[in-house]
């Protein structure tokens, strides 16, 4: 009985956001931006409230709900279904509970739009995608819901569409996640050509009797989608350009829930990344997070420094994942959906304030003029660089006690970027809200329907660290949920005391150097840095000028010589063979009299010689 | 008069008919040589028949007279009928044959 309301309740959850999509879509030119708005925030609320009513009432048990048998592949029954189990709840909770604060604060911030109903609708179907991402039971699930959020955050980054940069970041980060979704297909067929079945659960115990080959390239086809959704390694470029979209979009979709699937995606396939693939999960992971960390210290574009900011800590729980940390990763995952997105809507309630206005340089004095925005800001700022108690301070601990156990090397690579992430949210900070004003236009406070959600989110990113504190021996809340599906990694024992000592170390140090240079050097190296040291230059020429290239040279020699050419020459045999044969056709009868003639002599000699 | 001469005034008759046949251009010219050709042919089965003793190859000779006669009615009907039309008998310029 309990089973029965709990798998109702999950597919109504799963399926309020999708109502709420197809409502606001049909209607979209009768609903005002105020109906549209509230239509989508009912509509995930819903979804959250029955996210936490399911987390209540869950039993600690991994239950499966086969929804349908969806098709028959290669004699392997292929259905859809939903998987009720700790990992599963906890992405529910905080897509549900980030995306209904963010499309409030969006009623406000899309106030002054005539398509907003539309993107009322995109959102909530974004929704609605995620939610089939992380409930679903298999790799085909997870594989529709992995398309669906792709497809919304296409639409919603190239939402303004009559800007002609908004439609090439929107074209872009579609096809570099179409790259990364590779890695789903390899994950989906392989398991389906050996004859294994795709649900995560059976699949998790048949794994160990496939081939070495085929568990390496299972792990592979892991990394490169994770690489394609969470924006790792060379395949980052999208992310900073997806900042094209409306902010309270950057926040939800290119912070907080979307770009995480690939650590959802890693702790629930941890099964196939085994110990072959695991260092270089570790190494992408790394190597991205310095990047992003380094990239993020020049940036002058309020909306850029942050999704470098979300690149490098995407990048920290990738490279958890490699060491073996899921629950450190799920952890910094959930807190850093909570800053992250508070940090985004405040980005956006400074942009709104000051009408459009983008170019960090150009603010300051922000503090007297915006007070919500900036102590919620603020806090979210404390928050990411590690600061206890706040919830960064508890999830960037677990990464690094977790590194620490890996490394001596590792552990000092990721207090490097932590202190990194200081120095670039500092200077962020300082040239917002600290430095002098030197905007002409006076700013103004967001209303309240904006602030209300930075407020809530300000609250999430103090107490989320409560989520996963171990009493004692036993472990945190988070950790005993996940237990049952994500292995936990035994961690080195240390004392809170140092880790408070060593977390406000970096803290300060990273601030005092971010101050220096946002008083000293706010534009150091900009036009390098603006170029991202030319990375993005370097992987188009690899990839489209090479292919580009490859495709000239196929022209020449393929097309225009073997296949052109060879066509060519024979119509043109052939032409000439016709007209020699079309001269016998004179059309005088002493022609063909003639050709009688030998004939029949011909016939007559062949019958009498012989 | 012996049986080989007239093998060979007939193969003679024959082959001046094919020749001209194949190099004149006049057609009234051409039907003449057509005649010549069935006279050799002619001369060819009387001779056959007279060799062996045959008398069937007297009658088959006037059939063949007889046919020659309706096919000449016939193709200078048509002759007339071309020069009225194209103003020539010339196969060099009747060519309506080539494709």
């Known amino acids: 009985m309990a089973q029965g309301i709990i798998s109702v309740g999950a597919i109504a959850m799963v399926l309020a956001p999708l109502l709420g999509a197809v409502g606001i879509r049909c209607f979209r030119d009768r609903l005002s931006v105020n109906q549209a708005g509230w239509l989508s925030v009912v509509s995930m609320g819903l979804s959250a409230v029955l996210a936490v009513m399911l987390a209540v009432n869950w039993n600690g048990q991994v239950g499966i709900m086969t929804g349908f048998e969806w098709a028959t592949l290669l004699n392997m029954p292929v259905g859809l279904g939903i998987q009720v189990d700790g990992l599963s709840l906890l992405m529910s909770l905080m897509v549900t509970i980030i995306a209904t604060l963010i499309a409030v604060y969006s009623i406000g911030y899309m106030a002054h739009d005539d398509q907003a109903p539309s993107f009322f609708a995109w959102v909530s179907f974004f929704v609605f995608w995620m939610l089939v991402l992380v409930m679903s039971d298999s790799v085909l699930g997870l594989f529709f819901g992995w398309e669906g959020v792709g497809l919304c955050s296409f639409l919603l980054i190239g939402f303004w569409n009559g800007v002609a940069s908004n439609q090439r970041a929107a074209i872009q980060a579609f096809v570099v996640n179409r790259l990364g979704d590779l890695g789903i297909w390899v994950i989906l067929l392989l398991p389906l050509m050996a004859f294994q079945p795709l649900g995560w659960m059976v699949l998790s115990g048949q794994v160990a009797t496939m081939s070495p080959l085929i568990q390496a390239l299972l792990g592979m086809g892991v990394l490169l989608a994770v690489c394609g959704k969470s924006a790792q390694g060379p395949l980052y470029v999208w992310l900073p350009n997806a900042m094209a979209g409306p902010t309270p979009v950057s926040a939800l979709i290119h912070a907080a829930t979307m770009v995480t699937a690939g650590v959802y995606l890693l702790s629930r396939a941890h099964f196939l990344v085994g110990p072959a693939v695991q260092p270089w999960v570790m190494g992408v992971g790394l190597i991205t997070s310095l990047l992003g960390a380094i990239l993020a210290l020049g940036q002058s574009d309020i909306k850029r420094v942050l999704a470098f900011s979300t690149m490098s800590q995407l990048g920290l729980m990738v490279m958890a994942c490699g060491i073996g940390a899921y629950h450190a990763a799920l952890f910094h995952m959930v807190t850093h959906a909570g800053f992250k997105a508070l940090l985004f809507l405040g980005a956006g309630s400074v942009i709104h304030g000051l009408h459009g206005e983008q170019n960090i340089t150009k603010m300051g004095g922000l503090r007297n003029h915006m007070p919500i925005t900036f102590w919620t800001m603020s806090l979210a700022v404390l928050a990411i660089m590690g600061v206890p108690p706040l919830s960064g301070f508890f999830s960037k601990d677990a990464i690094i006690v977790a590194a620490m156990g890996h490394s001596h090397w590792l552990l000092g690579a990721t207090l490097f970027v932590s202190l990194l992430t200081s120095v670039y949210m500092i200077r962020l900070w300082w040239l917002v809200f600290m430095a002098p004003a030197t905007s002409g236009v006076p700013p103004h406070e967001s209303p309240r329907i904006m602030t209300i959600p930075l407020l809530l989110l300000g609250v999430v990113s103090v107490v989320a660290g409560g989520l996963n504190v171990p009493v004692g021996q036993s472990l945190g809340l988070m950790s005993a949920w996940l237990q049952p599906v994500v292995p936990w990694l035994e961690t080195p024992h240390t004392s809170w005391f140092a880790m408070i000592a060593l977390s406000l170390g970096m803290a300060g140090l990273g601030g005092a150097i971010g101050w220096g240079l946002a008083t000293r050097f706010p534009l150091l190296f900009r036009q390098w840095f603006e170029a991202q040291f030319g990375i993005p230059l370097f992987l188009n020429a690899m990839t489209a000028q090479l292919t580009l290239v490859v495709g000239w040279a196929l022209n020449r020699v393929g097309d225009r010589v073997l296949i052109q050419g060879g066509i060519r020459t024979t119509s043109w045999a052939l032409n000439h063979l016709s007209k020699r044969i079309l001269m016998t056709q004179t059309g005088r009868l002493g022609t063909y009299l003639l050709a009688l003639l030998v004939l029949v002599l011909g016939i007559l000699g062949s019958v009498l010689l012989p | ?99």
């Open chain 2, 1 to 99: 008069m012996t049986i080989s001469a007239l093998v060979c005034v007939s193969l003679l008759l024959m082959g001046i008919g094919g020749v001209g046949m194949v190099i004149r251009r006049n057609i009234l010219i051409m039907m003449m040589c057509l005649e010549l050709m069935l006279t050799a042919a002619n001369i060819m089965i009387v001779t056959a028949g007279a060799v062996h003793g045959v008398l069937g190859t007297q009658v088959l000779v006037f059939f063949v007279m007889m046919v020659a006669a309706a096919e000449v009615a016939v193709g200078l009907a048509l002759l007339v009928l071309v020069y009225r039309l194209r103003n020539t008998i010339s196969t060099k310029e009747l060519t309506w044959l080539k494709g």
